[in-house]
């Protein structure tokens, strides 16, 4: 065997050893949430660090100009009366002021007549909306959703696993 062939062999295994290297790290970052981007990041306007709370109310074309904005924020969608919807507003106020949060309060009488209506069917509910678009939602309508709905740890696991905050 030449000289040139061990060479270009020792240049083969190198040139594989660095790509499993690399491939495994990737694997590792991939299996860590490196690339993992489901989690929605807040506008900036929404981040606040006192005195946080709810928004002023949304109607349906406020609503309907931050999501061609592209604007990333939390709804808490709301029912005059309901005691539910009043439980709800509980938690997430607990929950903005924990977090350093701002998050909007829409009527579902708005809702109804906007574009988070395709998503957003019953109230009480919490609508997380990205870049424009609704990515996770509360159903009110939904078993699976109830302990959201009557623990405040399980409410704020459910947000936790929707937001990237600090």
Same mark, same amino acid.
């Given at each position: 065997m030449t000289s040139k062939q061990q060479n270009k062999r020792v240049g083969v295994l190198v040139i594989t050893l660095v790509i499993v290297l690399?491939?495994?790290?990737?694997?590792?970052?991939a299996t860590s949430g490196w690339f993992d981007d489901s989690k929605v990041i807040l506008d900036a306007e929404y981040i606040c660090e006192e005195n946080c709370g709810k928004l002023a109310e949304l109607n349906v074309s406020s =609503?309907?100009?931050?999501?061609? +904005?592209? &604007?990333?924020?939390?709804?808490?969608?709301?029912?005059?009366?309901?005691?539910?919807?009043?439980?709800?507003?509980? =938690?997430?106020?607990?929950?903005? +002021?924990? &977090?350093?949060?701002?998050?909007?309060?829409?009527?579902?009488s708005e809702v109804k007549q906007s574009s988070l209506y395709n998503f957003v069917k019953y109230y009480p509910s919490v609508a997380i909306i990205s870049k424009g678009k609704v990515v996770a939602w509360l159903r009110a309508d939904n078993a699976e959703d109830a302990e959201v709905y009557n623990d405040y740890g399980v409410f704020q696991e459910w947000m936790d696993e929707c937001l990237q905050l600090k």
């Open positions: 690399i491939g495994g790290v990737l694997f590792v970052g =609503y309907e100009t931050l999501v061609k +904005e592209k &604007k990333s924020f939390i709804v808490f969608i709301d029912q005059d009366g309901c005691t539910m919807a009043d439980k709800l507003e509980g =938690y997430t106020d607990s929950y903005a +002021e924990e &977090k350093g949060v701002w998050l909007y309060k829409m009527m579902f």
